[in-house]
């Protein structure tokens, strides 16, 4: 298994990807597989640029042309937030759980954050009773700041969304430490 950032040639298997996880996990994703399914396959090209001026990055675990997982980091703009970068769309499907792709998937974006010196923040929001994602969360650092309740409708329901931050500065911190035992 290999994980890296995924280019625009992995638009078709992304695309197909994340429309099962729209389908099958619903109140997981802000956006709907009836939304995503109409666009067009060069907005997902865009979505998977490269380049230094890209603001969504899309990692994949991938072993040889399939994809089995992947996870997302969008990179504000605005002057005052861009030291805040947003995790999106971690998504395994059930067929690949438990091998530790989400994991791998998580400590490669967050290496990239590591490595990203204007960054030190990174957030997320996962559906409120998904404690198998919150767990995978807080192992990797992540710390809860609240819930945000009916912040996603699904139909008829509603459904709340835990806000958890990650503090780079920390990790980085910890990866010095480390160097110095492991060195």
């Known amino acids: 298994m290999k994980i890296h950032r ?3 040639e ?3 298997a992304y695309r197909q990807l994340m429309l ?5 996990y619903p ?3 802000t956006s709907s597989v009836q939304e995503r399914e109409g666009l067009p396959l060069d907005w997902w090209e865009r979505r998977l640029q490269v380049g230094d001026q890209v603001r969504e990055l899309v990692w994949g675990a991938t072993e040889g042309k399939a994809l089995l997982g992947v996870a997302g980091l969008r990179l504000e703009t605005r002057e005052k937030v861009r030291h805040k970068a947003t995790l999106f769309g971690l998504y395994v499907p059930d067929r ?3 091998l530790g792709i989400g994991g791998a998937l998580l400590a490669e974006l967050l290496t990239y954050a590591k490595d990203t010196a204007t ?8 559906t409120e009773g998904n404690q198998a994602a919150q767990a995978l969360y807080e192992r990797a650092g992540f710390l809860t700041f609240g819930v945000e309740p009916m912040a996603v409708a699904v139909g008829d329901t509603f459904v709340s969304k835990v806000h958890l931050w990650c503090d780079v500065r920390l990790l980085r911190r ?3 430490c480390l160097d110095g035992v492991l060195g």
């Open 6 to 8: 995924l280019g625009p």
């Open 10 to 12: 992995f638009a078709p």
């Open 20 to 24: 099962e996880a729209y389908a099958r």
């Open 27 to 29: 109140e997981a994703f």
């Open 96 to 98: 690949h759980r438990r």
């Open 119 to 126: 960054l030190k923040v990174v957030q997320l929001t996962v």
């Open 174 to 176: 910890k990866m010095n």
